[in-house]
Each structure stands twice: as C-alpha cells, then as structure tokens.
C-alpha cells in the first residue's frame, strides 16, 4: 500500500476501487460476528473458498466472499447475505456451502430451505425480515457489509471522508459546535453532552497549553452485551475516524483505544486497521498534506469491569492500579498525565464521522430532542429473536422486544427486561411503553447504560435476578470506597436471605435504605448504580419479594431452597425421558405409567422439567 | 512589600475568599479548600476515618460524606474531597447523610469487628449492633489506605500498599512478603484510625 499524499489523491484513489468493482460480480457476505463464529461461520466461510478453489464455480461467476462483521441476527446464525441476488441464508452449514454454490452462485436461483421463515411467511431478503425491517442502521451501516481488515472496503463505503472534510473545510471550533448542535450524547452509559465536553476539555487545553489526548473506551464488560466488540470488530475504521476527528477538535496527536483483553478479535481488527491506515497517511504525521497528525495506539484492559469508569481508565493506561478518582476534576480538565482528555465510548466515536458528513440537523432529526441519533443495543434473554440491533432513539421498549426480538416464545408477554446492564434498572411489562432514551429510562430507575437489553419471562425470578447481577458487581467492585466493597457484599446477605424464605418485610424495607445508602455514598458509577437492579425490582416486584419472606415461595420457581418439582400424574405418559436425565437418579414409575419424583433426592435442577415432552413436570 | 501593596494583597485576598452555607450558618473559605477544612474551621463536626490532615485525602470511609444542595439540586459527596463551591447549603446531618453513615457502620462492625475504635465511633451515632454475618472476628481493620499513604506520601517509603481488589482488599507488602523497605518507623501504627496495624504491623515489616 502506498501512501496517500493528498485529498485529491484520496478521492481519485477512492473512485478508482469504486470503478474497479464488477457490479455482477457475486459477493457472499459471510457473517464472522460474535454469534456466528461461535455456531462455526468461519467452517462456512473456508467451505465457500474450497468450493471455488476445486473450481466448482465458473470463471464467469466467480464470486468474492467477504468475511464481515456481525449481521446482528444472531438467534439464526451462520447467516449470509448474497449479492447481487438479495438472498439472505439462515443458519448455514458447511454442508449447505455445494449447494449454495451450485444453485445460487451458478445459476441464480434460491434454496428455499435455507431462507428465513416465521409464522408461515418466507423471507428472501434480509430488508423485509420484521428483525431487520424495523431497525434504522446508521452507525452500524457498514457492519456486515465490509470486509473490516480491507481499508480498500472501509474506503469504498466513505471511510474517512468526514476526516477530509473536517480537515479541509471546517475549523476545529466548527466541528465541536457541529457535534454540539446534533445534540449527540455518550453512549458508554451516562449520557453526557458529547460536544460539551468536547468543548470543556478545549477550554482547558487554550487555558493550560501542552499535550491533549483522546480515549477510545472499548472495555465492555456488562454482561451480555456485545455492542462495542460488534463494532470494533465489524467497522473499526469507523471508531478511529471519529476519534481523527475528536483529535482535530481539541488539538490532540494521540489517541489510545482501550480494548478489553478478553475481546481479541476487537484488538486484531483495529491493530490491522491502525495499521492499514498508517500505510495509507490516514493515520501518522502530516495526514494528507494538512498539516494534521494524529495517531492511535491500542491499550489492553487486563479484566477488571472497574475499568470502563473513565478515571479508572485513566488509571489503567497510566500503568496505576485500576482504580477510579473522585471527579472533579474531570478527565476534560485533568485526564491522562494530568492532561485535559477526551475520553469517549468507541459508539460515541462511531457516531461522529456521520454527524460531520451529513450535518447536525440531520443527526439531531433522529431519534427524540434530548436523545438523538440511534443507539445499539445487544438484545438477549427470553427472546425469539435475540442479536444485536439498531434503532432510533425513543422507540418503545415493548416495540423492541415484542416486534424485533420476537417476543417471549411460547408467551404472550415478557415479565421485565433489565436495561444497561448489571448496573441498570429491571423494568416491568406494564412500563413497556417507554421509551428507549436517557431521561425516560432513568425516570424509571434504570439506566441507557451501555446498550445491555436482557428480556426476562415468567420463569426468571427477580430475587434471583437481582443476586445474580450483585454478585457480577460484588467481585468486579475495586474496594476503594466502603460502600461498595462492603455494601454490595451486605446488600447480598439480604437477597441470599430472601431466597431461602428467611427475613421479615422489615428487611426488606431495610434492603431499599441500604441500596439508597450505596446509591448516595459510593465513590464512583459502579457503586453509584449497583443498587439499580434492587432498587427497581422492589420497587416493581415487591410483591414477589413477600411471597419470598412470608409465603417462604418462589413464584417463578427458581429459588432452590423454595421450590419443589412434581409429576402431575393425569400428564405424564410415562416415556421415561425424565428418568434418563435426572442426574440423581430420583424419578422413577413404570413405562407408560405416570412417574413420581423422591423430593428428598431431588436438587431441584429443574432438567426433567426441560426435557419433558408433555410438560407433566410441575414447580412450586 | 510596601504597606500599600500589602494592603492591595488583603483586598483582592478577601474578594477570593468563596462564600456558602453549613448547616444553615454562613462561612467562608479559601479557594481550593475541601467542605471538609471549611467546616472543621468553622467549629462544625463531620465524623471522618480514612482522613488525616498530612495525608492526601482518599475519600475511601465515606463517613464524611455530606450533602450539597445547589439550584434544587442535591447530591451527596465526601467532604473531605469535594472541594468548596460557591452560593451552595452544605448539610452535615441531613437524613440521607446520616443513613449513608449509619449503614457504613453497621457494616464495618462486621467487618472490623475487633476494632474498639470503631465500636465506639458506631456508638457515638447510635449504631450498637451488625444484623451481618462477622467472618473474621480478629480483623480490625477498615482497608481505609491511611497507613499506606502515611508511608509513602510522609515517611517516603512505600513499604506497604493495598493489595488484590474487592471484598478481598488488604494492606500488605509486595508479594505478600514482609517488607525489606520498612524502616519501622511506626508511622503507620499512629495513623491507623482502627487500630488493625498493631496486629498487622509484624505481619508486614521484616525484622
């Protein structure tokens, strides 16, 4: 790859891959996200390449076959998109790769079994699948699309053209009041005015002149959520124009992308196009002949979910113990070395490219006043359609989960879904017309977080659920402040309490003062909104919490200590599947004949009551 | 200095000066100053652990906290970090302070549970009982950090740090080995608001 001297060159170079490209020529977008490469998208990929190499196919119809990123279908993968035909393949297998080939490549007709179907309908391409059909892709546009370790794909899709822009027609003044204008808020989970603090960390640079810096946080750690990864994975190009861009803004020559070890496809993916890019000019001294330097270096987080606190970051970076610092000062007044530092979330960043080529107006005329734009978010749980999605600001939470995700399958309604993550609200069925933006989120106690969605149903006990996101945040907790190392650890005694129907309303009341006194006292966010999930569940369910304490049951039978499974005899069929399965061996009855299981045997595992085709198997 | 410049400096000094309520009680305080100072200054008690005046505050314990009203607004914040700010009601002993402080307490009877300092610091805002379960009944100390910043910021030697993270934090030297760097100075041992150092002292130093 040869440098790229000038704007002029860029662009003529740009059209020149552009006019390169045989719009005939068959293009197999082979999904390599999270999700797909875990159900072996990357057999299906090898199987195309060996398929064309044993010159199955003709040179006529050669097809190119690009390894992207998420297609965010995940619930259905392996998935493909194939081009110029408009077909989307569900759940591919190497074995189907021949007749893909054969069949679609080479004579363009479709394999209907491998379309998509739901509820009778077929669909052949992804647009009109009701996953797809209601999400708005905007950051996520290239995602899927590109091949995220060719700069060339990134290039032909419009990377780097709002750089250009930015460093040719616009001052830095006029970018930050550009992103001030789109109203773009952060998207690791506070929502803070991004052009706002771009322009408190300006302010500080002119008053304290030296090195500034910009900081790419892509330390997701939430439990189920896979946004940045996607993201980072699938257009990394994206994130590292938006930070050029930050950069110009605030006079910065280095930017840092801290990227969670445990995510190493996310670091290959921006290293390749770091590097990619360096090669190009894009990135280095003197960038197209402007004058403007600028370059990036990968940092990994080595697993502390602490980390993704800005100051903690901060710290981490720096080589300190990754601990969090009271702010103020914030990191736009004294960041990194004690310098004014933007830090955003690589969404955040992501966002920017598209608010500078297409203007403010444009962007602020997505999604709701005070939230605008689209947001990520990683749809998981109870779904029919789980994966991850994009959508404007301010669409419903039931609209998100019941015509995207699908619903909850074999129910006619979720029971709640936790927002932003371990640190988020659980928010019930009855608030599903809320809509999906910072302020309505947080009037109902929870949070926009960074984009977690989990969707629960009448079998997740919110007891349960609550222990479970506290005991994530109890081990992840620095233990730099009391209330958080030791409140968390308090807060769960109660719940472990609740859940073998010990403990009195009084407890529970107790629990609410001790979760408000975290909430007010901690030092930092992950304190700040542990009590979260508690708060709301008491506040939503606490019906369900005294049925713990008083009625000592667990409604959704889930609490071990609570619960006893059955075999309602007038059911069963006696076919024995459960007997099999029980691994301690206490269901028992004659074939064909009802079953009993010995409930002093019995470690409530609930696998009979999974594998039982006639659903005899009660809990209660 | 010539008297008049001397003058001149007061004048400017006494514009610089960042008015604000404590309690309802007017006071002022120097810019730069934390609520912590000002209300100490001014006679007003705020219950602190972790803080000492030779050490960089922290704001680990937490017992300072207080509540800080502005525009309508109201948050809650260690004192001994925040540092003043104009036209805002700082209050001591608001309700949501007193039910951060208290609940600190509880728990660290649980978990110091042989510190009498902390015994009668609890007592001292009615909290006498742990309803939470004591799993080492001879820790006494509060993992507050003042002896470790004692030891570096002061004495200069940083022979003892925090280690390992969470419930699991502890004061220790590096590589849970006794310290080679010690000089026995016993500066951690006076600045230990629990008094856990006596215990941990031999475990920490090297002879």
Known sequence: MERISNVTELEAWRENLRAALDPERPVVRVCLGPGCLAQGANKVSLAFQSAIKAKKVEASVQPLIKETGCHGFCSQGPLINLDPFDLFYVKVKPADVEEIVETTLAKGQTVERLLYSDNGSRYRSASEVPFYKMQQKVVLKNVGGIDPLKIEDALMAGAYRSLTKVLTSMTPEEVITTVEAAGLRGRGGAGFLTGRKWRFAVENARKNPGPVYVVGNGDEGDPGAFMDRTLMEGDPHAVLEGMAI???????NQGYIYVRMEYPLAIQHLSIAIEQARALGLLGTNILDTGFNFDVQINRGAGAFVCGE?????????????????????????GLRGRPTIINNVETW?????????????????GVPHSTGTKIFSLVGKLKNTGMIEVPMGITLGRIVEEIGGGVPGQDRFKAVQTGGPSGGCIPYELKDTPVDYDSLSKVGSIMGSGGMIVMDKRDCVVDV?????????????GKCLPCRLGLKSMQEFLDKFAKGQGSPQDIDDLHSLARAIMKGSLCALGGTAPNPILTTVKYFKDEYLAHVVEHKCPSGVCRDLITYSINPELCNGCGLCVRNCPQECV???KKKPHTIDAGACIRCGQCMDVCPVDAVMVA | MSAKKGKKGKKEKDQDLISFTINGQGVQARDGWTILETARQHGVQIPTLCFHPAVQPMGSCRLCVVEIQQNGR??????????VQKDVEVLTHSEEVQNVRRWVLEMLLANCPASRQIRQLAKEHGVTSTRFKVEHPEDACARCGLCTRACDEVVGVRGISLGNRGIFKEVTAPYHQRSTVCIRCGTCLYVCPTGAMEQLFPQVSAP
């Open chain 1, 466 to 478: 609550a222990r479970y996101f506290l005991s994530f945040l109890e081990e992840e907790s620095c």
């Open chain 1, 350 to 366: 992501a966002n920017v490219p598209l608010i500078i080529e297409k203007g403010a107006d444009w962007y602020a005329g997505l």
């Open chain 1, 310 to 334: 800005e100051t903690a970051l901060i710290a981490s970076l720096e080589g300190r113990v990754g601990e969090p610092i009271p702010r103020p000062p914030y990191p736009a007044e004294k």
């Open chain 2, 74 to 83: 109201s948050r809650v914040a260690a004192s001994c970090i925040t540092p």
């Open chain 1, 246 to 252: 930050g950069a110009y803004a605030l006079g910065a």
């Open chain 1, 588 to 590: 028992s009855g004659e």
